[in-house]
Protein backbone atom coordinates (compact mmCIF):
# COMPACT_ATOMS: atom_id res chain seq x y z
CA UNK A 1 0.00 0.00 0.00
CA UNK A 2 1.61 3.61 -0.58
CA UNK A 3 1.45 6.64 1.15
CA UNK A 4 0.81 9.74 -0.07
CA UNK A 5 1.93 13.19 1.22
CA UNK A 6 -0.40 16.20 1.46
CA UNK A 7 1.89 19.45 0.95
CA UNK A 8 1.11 23.10 1.66
CA UNK A 9 -1.81 22.28 4.89
CA UNK A 10 -2.12 25.67 5.93
CA UNK A 11 -1.72 26.07 9.99
CA UNK A 12 -4.35 25.18 12.06
CA UNK A 13 -4.91 27.27 15.75
CA UNK A 14 -3.82 25.44 18.31
CA UNK A 15 -5.93 27.97 20.91
CA UNK A 16 -9.34 26.60 18.90
CA UNK A 17 -8.01 22.92 19.63
CA UNK A 18 -7.31 22.83 23.52
CA UNK A 19 -8.85 20.35 25.61
CA UNK A 20 -11.44 21.09 28.02
CA UNK A 21 -14.90 20.95 29.48
CA UNK A 22 -17.76 21.53 26.75
CA UNK A 23 -21.06 22.96 28.46
CA UNK A 24 -24.26 22.42 26.08
CA UNK A 25 -24.82 25.92 25.83
CA UNK A 26 -21.12 26.48 24.24
CA UNK A 27 -21.58 23.49 22.20
CA UNK A 28 -25.49 24.93 20.62
CA UNK A 29 -23.89 28.00 20.32
CA UNK A 30 -20.47 26.76 18.59
CA UNK A 31 -22.67 24.61 16.18
CA UNK A 32 -24.63 27.63 14.72
CA UNK A 33 -21.61 29.99 14.51
CA UNK A 34 -18.14 28.40 14.66
CA UNK A 35 -15.75 29.61 12.27
CA UNK A 36 -14.42 27.29 10.36
CA UNK A 37 -11.52 29.44 8.95
CA UNK A 38 -9.56 29.06 11.68
CA UNK A 39 -9.24 25.69 11.81
CA UNK A 40 -9.08 25.56 8.12
CA UNK A 41 -6.45 23.13 5.88
CA UNK A 42 -5.91 24.31 2.69
CA UNK A 43 -5.49 21.09 0.31
CA UNK A 44 -3.73 22.45 -2.50
CA UNK A 45 -1.57 19.41 -4.07
CA UNK A 46 -2.59 16.05 -4.56
CA UNK A 47 -4.29 13.26 -3.40
CA UNK A 48 -3.96 9.41 -4.63
CA UNK A 49 -6.71 7.18 -5.14
CA UNK A 50 -4.14 4.10 -4.52
CA UNK A 51 -5.65 4.12 -0.88
CA UNK A 52 -9.43 5.19 -0.33
CA UNK A 53 -12.50 3.96 1.20
CA UNK A 54 -15.86 4.41 0.23
CA UNK A 55 -18.15 5.16 2.83
CA UNK A 56 -21.70 6.82 3.42
CA UNK A 57 -20.83 10.47 3.81
CA UNK A 58 -17.48 10.71 1.20
CA UNK A 59 -14.21 8.92 1.00
CA UNK A 60 -11.58 8.23 2.72
CA UNK A 61 -8.19 8.97 2.15
CA UNK A 62 -4.79 8.32 4.13
CA UNK A 63 -2.39 11.13 3.70
CA UNK A 64 0.31 12.99 6.19
CA UNK A 65 -0.09 16.72 7.41
CA UNK A 66 3.19 17.82 9.65
CA UNK A 67 4.92 14.51 9.15
CA UNK A 68 1.75 12.78 10.90
CA UNK A 69 -0.25 10.08 9.26
CA UNK A 70 -4.10 11.61 8.74
CA UNK A 71 -6.98 10.04 7.35
CA UNK A 72 -8.91 12.65 5.21
CA UNK A 73 -12.72 12.66 4.72
CA UNK A 74 -14.09 14.57 1.79
CA UNK A 75 -17.95 15.32 1.76
CA UNK A 76 -20.44 16.51 -0.56
CA UNK A 77 -18.34 17.90 -3.82
CA UNK A 78 -21.55 16.55 -5.40
CA UNK A 79 -19.04 14.48 -7.95
CA UNK A 80 -22.20 13.05 -10.09
CA UNK A 81 -23.90 16.82 -10.17
CA UNK A 82 -26.89 14.80 -8.43
CA UNK A 83 -26.71 16.83 -5.03
CA UNK A 84 -29.62 19.61 -4.61
CA UNK A 85 -29.02 23.19 -3.18
CA UNK A 86 -31.30 22.03 -0.54
CA UNK A 87 -29.04 18.42 0.24
CA UNK A 88 -25.87 20.60 0.04
CA UNK A 89 -27.03 22.67 2.48
CA UNK A 90 -27.79 19.71 4.87
CA UNK A 91 -24.62 18.37 4.24
CA UNK A 92 -22.81 21.45 5.01
CA UNK A 93 -24.79 21.95 8.68
CA UNK A 94 -24.43 18.35 8.92
CA UNK A 95 -20.47 18.70 8.87
CA UNK A 96 -20.36 21.69 10.73
CA UNK A 97 -21.76 19.98 13.74
CA UNK A 98 -19.38 17.09 13.21
CA UNK A 99 -16.70 19.39 13.59
CA UNK A 100 -18.13 21.91 16.39
CA UNK A 101 -18.18 17.86 18.20
CA UNK A 102 -15.22 16.41 17.70
CA UNK A 103 -12.40 19.60 17.73
CA UNK A 104 -12.59 20.25 20.91
CA UNK A 105 -12.38 16.61 22.53
CA UNK A 106 -9.29 15.03 23.92
CA UNK A 107 -9.56 11.50 24.64
CA UNK A 108 -7.73 8.09 24.68
CA UNK A 109 -9.88 6.52 23.13
CA UNK A 110 -11.62 9.23 20.88
CA UNK A 111 -9.79 9.51 17.54
CA UNK A 112 -7.81 12.77 17.21
CA UNK A 113 -9.10 15.68 15.57
CA UNK A 114 -6.52 17.36 13.41
CA UNK A 115 -8.37 19.70 10.92
CA UNK A 116 -10.92 21.02 8.45
CA UNK A 117 -12.23 22.53 5.50
CA UNK A 118 -15.34 23.99 4.39
CA UNK A 119 -13.94 24.82 0.82
CA UNK A 120 -10.97 22.70 -0.37
CA UNK A 121 -8.87 24.87 -3.22
CA UNK A 122 -7.44 23.19 -6.14
CA UNK A 123 -7.95 19.98 -4.88
CA UNK A 124 -6.47 17.14 -7.55
CA UNK A 125 -7.26 13.34 -7.42
CA UNK A 126 -5.74 10.94 -9.98
CA UNK A 127 -8.61 9.94 -12.20
CA UNK A 128 -9.32 6.45 -12.74
CA UNK A 129 -9.37 7.73 -16.31
CA UNK A 130 -5.70 6.77 -17.68
CA UNK A 131 -6.93 9.09 -20.24
CA UNK A 132 -6.77 12.02 -18.11
CA UNK A 133 -4.35 12.95 -15.17
CA UNK A 134 -6.75 14.19 -12.44
CA UNK A 135 -9.68 14.59 -11.41
CA UNK A 136 -10.59 18.36 -9.86
CA UNK A 137 -13.26 18.46 -7.32
CA UNK A 138 -15.47 21.67 -7.24
CA UNK A 139 -14.09 24.31 -4.20
CA UNK A 140 -17.29 23.27 -2.56
CA UNK A 141 -15.88 20.08 -1.64
CA UNK A 142 -15.43 19.62 2.36
CA UNK A 143 -13.20 18.00 3.97
CA UNK A 144 -12.45 16.82 7.58
CA UNK A 145 -8.62 15.37 8.91
CA UNK A 146 -8.29 13.21 11.85
CA UNK A 147 -5.57 11.13 12.83
CA UNK A 148 -4.83 7.97 11.25
CA UNK A 149 -5.11 4.72 12.91
CA UNK A 150 -2.95 1.69 11.20
CA UNK A 151 -5.44 -0.93 13.18
CA UNK A 152 -8.14 -0.30 10.82
CA UNK A 153 -11.77 -0.62 11.77
CA UNK A 154 -13.23 -2.73 14.70
CA UNK A 155 -15.78 -4.65 11.88
CA UNK A 156 -12.89 -5.40 9.94
CA UNK A 157 -10.78 -6.72 12.93
CA UNK A 158 -13.89 -8.83 14.09
CA UNK A 159 -14.75 -9.91 10.58
CA UNK A 160 -11.00 -11.20 10.20
CA UNK A 161 -11.29 -13.07 13.78
CA UNK A 162 -14.69 -14.59 13.16
CA UNK A 163 -13.52 -17.96 13.02
CA UNK A 164 -11.34 -18.44 15.73
CA UNK A 165 -13.15 -15.33 17.97
CA UNK A 166 -10.96 -13.25 20.39
CA UNK A 167 -9.62 -14.39 23.40
CA UNK A 168 -11.83 -13.16 26.45
CA UNK A 169 -8.62 -10.80 27.70
CA UNK A 170 -9.29 -8.83 24.55
CA UNK A 171 -12.50 -8.75 24.30
CA UNK A 172 -12.51 -7.15 27.75
CA UNK A 173 -9.63 -4.37 26.66
CA UNK A 174 -12.14 -3.99 23.98
CA UNK A 175 -14.97 -3.31 25.70
CA UNK A 176 -13.08 -1.47 28.20
CA UNK A 177 -11.67 0.93 25.69
CA UNK A 178 -15.22 1.65 24.12
CA UNK A 179 -16.59 2.51 27.89
CA UNK A 180 -14.02 4.90 28.73
CA UNK A 181 -14.35 6.78 25.29
CA UNK A 182 -18.02 6.44 25.66
CA UNK A 183 -18.59 7.60 29.12
CA UNK A 184 -15.89 10.95 28.35
CA UNK A 185 -18.48 11.79 25.64
CA UNK A 186 -21.25 11.71 27.79
CA UNK A 187 -19.18 13.30 30.98
CA UNK A 188 -18.98 16.18 27.97
CA UNK A 189 -23.08 15.98 27.67
CA UNK A 190 -22.37 14.42 23.85
CA UNK A 191 -24.79 11.33 22.34
CA UNK A 192 -22.98 10.21 19.96
CA UNK A 193 -25.76 8.54 18.01
CA UNK A 194 -24.41 5.89 15.98
CA UNK A 195 -22.35 3.28 18.05
CA UNK A 196 -21.11 1.02 16.04
CA UNK A 197 -17.81 -1.38 15.12
CA UNK A 198 -17.91 0.35 11.99
CA UNK A 199 -17.19 3.92 13.97
CA UNK A 200 -14.55 2.07 15.99
CA UNK A 201 -11.20 2.16 14.80
CA UNK A 202 -7.49 -0.02 16.32
CA UNK A 203 -4.20 1.84 16.80
CA UNK A 204 -1.60 -0.27 16.35
CA UNK A 205 -1.14 -1.46 20.01
CA UNK A 206 -5.20 -2.59 19.27
CA UNK A 207 -6.57 0.73 21.78
CA UNK A 208 -9.95 1.40 20.35
CA UNK A 209 -11.10 4.89 19.12
CA UNK A 210 -14.37 5.99 18.65
CA UNK A 211 -14.55 7.96 15.19
CA UNK A 212 -17.02 9.46 13.27
CA UNK A 213 -19.43 12.18 14.57
CA UNK A 214 -21.58 13.09 11.74
CA UNK A 215 -24.88 12.71 13.79
CA UNK A 216 -23.15 13.11 17.53
CA UNK A 217 -25.44 15.60 19.54
CA UNK A 218 -25.36 17.58 22.38
CA UNK A 219 -27.64 16.15 25.12
CA UNK A 220 -30.55 18.57 25.39
CA UNK A 221 -31.84 19.35 28.96
CA UNK A 222 -35.71 18.40 27.99
CA UNK A 223 -35.87 15.37 26.36
CA UNK A 224 -38.80 16.04 23.91
CA UNK A 225 -35.49 18.51 22.14
CA UNK A 226 -34.16 15.23 20.86
CA UNK A 227 -35.97 12.95 18.61
CA UNK A 228 -35.66 11.67 15.33
CA UNK A 229 -35.05 8.32 13.75
CA UNK A 230 -30.78 8.51 14.01
CA UNK A 231 -27.97 5.89 13.68
CA UNK A 232 -28.06 2.28 11.96
CA UNK A 233 -30.18 -0.21 11.89
CA UNK A 234 -29.54 -3.24 14.09
CA UNK A 235 -27.65 -0.58 16.50
CA UNK A 236 -30.29 1.73 17.14
CA UNK A 237 -32.42 1.87 20.47
CA UNK A 238 -36.12 1.22 20.36
CA UNK A 239 -36.56 4.99 21.29
CA UNK A 240 -34.92 6.27 18.65
CA UNK A 241 -36.65 3.82 16.13
CA UNK A 242 -39.94 4.64 17.57
CA UNK A 243 -38.94 8.53 17.04
CA UNK A 244 -39.56 9.09 20.83
CA UNK A 245 -37.57 11.50 22.79
CA UNK A 246 -34.01 9.70 23.44
CA UNK A 247 -31.02 10.35 25.77
CA UNK A 248 -27.50 9.45 26.04
CA UNK A 249 -28.88 6.08 27.10
CA UNK A 250 -29.49 5.13 23.06
CA UNK A 251 -25.77 4.95 23.10
CA UNK A 252 -25.46 2.59 26.02
CA UNK A 253 -28.14 0.37 24.13
CA UNK A 254 -25.83 0.36 20.68
CA UNK A 255 -23.13 -0.43 23.12
CA UNK A 256 -24.83 -3.40 24.35
CA UNK A 257 -25.28 -4.57 20.41
CA UNK A 258 -21.18 -3.66 20.19
CA UNK A 259 -20.69 -5.66 23.14
CA UNK A 260 -22.68 -8.95 21.82
CA UNK A 261 -20.63 -8.19 18.65
CA UNK A 262 -17.08 -7.79 20.05
CA UNK A 263 -17.50 -11.07 21.88
CA UNK A 264 -18.92 -12.89 19.22
CA UNK A 265 -17.12 -11.48 16.30
CA UNK A 266 -20.09 -11.67 13.76
CA UNK A 267 -22.91 -9.61 13.00
CA UNK A 268 -25.72 -9.47 15.26
CA UNK A 269 -28.47 -9.88 12.64
CA UNK A 270 -27.24 -11.03 9.50
CA UNK A 271 -29.87 -12.31 7.37
CA UNK A 272 -32.76 -10.14 8.29
CA UNK A 273 -33.27 -6.83 6.14
CA UNK A 274 -32.92 -3.19 8.30
CA UNK A 275 -36.72 -3.38 8.03
CA UNK A 276 -37.41 -6.19 9.31
CA UNK A 277 -35.15 -5.57 12.64
CA UNK A 278 -36.31 -2.57 13.29
CA UNK A 279 -39.82 -3.49 13.43
CA UNK A 280 -38.81 -6.73 15.51
CA UNK A 281 -36.75 -4.14 17.86
CA UNK A 282 -39.55 -2.70 18.79
CA UNK A 283 -42.80 -4.80 18.87
CA UNK A 284 -40.82 -8.45 19.43
CA UNK A 285 -38.34 -7.31 21.64
CA UNK A 286 -35.71 -9.06 19.49
CA UNK A 287 -32.51 -8.93 20.54
CA UNK A 288 -28.65 -11.03 19.46
CA UNK A 289 -29.09 -14.77 20.89
CA UNK A 290 -26.34 -14.77 23.38
CA UNK A 291 -24.25 -18.34 23.03
CA UNK A 292 -24.33 -20.23 25.68
CA UNK A 293 -20.86 -20.44 26.34
CA UNK A 294 -20.47 -16.94 26.84
CA UNK A 295 -19.85 -15.70 30.38
CA UNK A 296 -23.07 -15.01 32.73
CA UNK A 297 -21.24 -12.10 33.71
CA UNK A 298 -21.03 -10.42 30.10
CA UNK A 299 -24.17 -11.85 29.61
CA UNK A 300 -25.62 -9.99 32.09
CA UNK A 301 -24.33 -6.56 30.89
CA UNK A 302 -25.58 -7.26 27.60
CA UNK A 303 -28.98 -7.66 28.44
CA UNK A 304 -28.81 -4.58 31.27
CA UNK A 305 -27.63 -2.60 28.21
CA UNK A 306 -30.53 -3.38 25.86
CA UNK A 307 -32.94 -3.37 28.12
CA UNK A 308 -36.12 -1.80 26.59
CA UNK A 309 -36.62 0.79 29.43
CA UNK A 310 -33.41 3.76 28.78
CA UNK A 311 -33.87 4.05 32.18
CA UNK A 312 -32.77 0.93 33.38
CA UNK A 313 -29.73 0.51 31.63
CA UNK A 314 -26.45 1.46 33.44
CA UNK A 315 -24.22 4.53 32.85
CA UNK A 316 -20.86 4.44 31.21
CA UNK A 317 -19.24 4.81 34.56
CA UNK A 318 -21.60 1.72 36.32
CA UNK A 319 -20.49 -0.65 33.32
CA UNK A 320 -16.39 0.31 33.70
CA UNK A 321 -16.79 -0.81 37.38
CA UNK A 322 -18.53 -3.94 36.56
CA UNK A 323 -16.69 -4.72 33.36
CA UNK A 324 -13.56 -4.59 35.55
CA UNK A 325 -14.85 -6.93 38.05
CA UNK A 326 -15.92 -9.38 34.95
CA UNK A 327 -12.04 -8.67 34.17
CA UNK A 328 -10.43 -9.76 37.80
CA UNK A 329 -12.93 -12.66 38.22
CA UNK A 330 -11.77 -14.34 35.14
CA UNK A 331 -8.04 -13.43 35.95
CA UNK A 332 -8.19 -14.90 38.99
Given amino acids: ?77 GEDGMTTAAETVALRASFKQEVTVWQKLDHPNVTKFVGASMGTSNLKIPSKNPSEDYTTYPSRACCV ?33 LSRGLGYLHSEKIVHLDVKAENMLLDIDRTLKIADFGVARVEAQNPQDMTGETGTPGYMAPEVLEGKPYNRKCDIYSFGICLWEIYCCDLPYPDISFAEVSSAVVRQ ?19 KCWDLNPKRRPEMDEFFLEEKAVHIYQVN
Fill in 285 to 303: KLRPEIPRCCPSSLSHIMK
Fill in 1 to 77: MEDYKLKGLGAIDEKNMAPGSISSNDMIFRADKIDLKSLDVQLEKHLSRVWSTQGTCGTVYRGTYDNQDVAVKLLDW
Fill in 145 to 177: LVEFLHGGTLKNYLFKNRKKKLAFKIVIQLALD
